[in-house]
């Protein structure tokens, strides 16, 4: 249970930072985006159109500054993720320090080597989009 929680939250962080540094892609490209969700922001931004219909009117500068914030609070989602995530590892870690002999040792060293590459991809995906645009 420790595992898959931990997971989990891993799968949901790297989601969103993959995400947040593949917006301009994405839209480019159509392709659904964490930021396609209302969850993320107001309604109005939820589907996949680069701009929504009833947004084309507004200055650009306007839906820079709501994208900025729909941006702001996506990236707020994948810290809390990766927070829980952290959590959620150290956990699971004490638990496996009670097995005995090398075995549990031996799952945390991996553990923490599949989370570190987690981690350091998201950061990656936050300087630059790093997938191979389609078109």
Do not use: W
């Not at 638990?95 to 570190?116: D, M, Q, S």
Request: aromatic share 6%; glycine share 6%; charged share 30%.
């Amino acid at each position: 249970m420790l595992a898959a929680d931990m997971n989990a939250h891993i799968g949901a962080f790297c989601r969103a930072y993959n995400d947040y540094g593949s917006i301009t892609r994405d839209r480019a490209e159509n392709n659904l985006n964490s930021v396609n969700f209302p969850e993320v922001h107001r309604p109005s931004y939820s589907s996949i159109q680069a701009i929504p219909p009833e947004e084309k009117d507004k200055p650009a500068e306007a839906r820079d500054e709501e994208m900025q914030g729909i941006k702001a609070r996506l990236l707020e989602a994948a810290e809390l993720e990766r927070e829980l995530a952290l959590a959620g590892a150290e956990r699971l870690y004490t638990e496996l320090e009670k097995e005995e002999g090398v075995a549990g040792k031996r799952v945390i060293e991996c553990l923490r080597v599949y989370l570190g590459a987690c981690e350091q991809f998201s950061d990656m995906a936050v300087t630059k989009d790093v997938t191979n645009s389609v078109q």
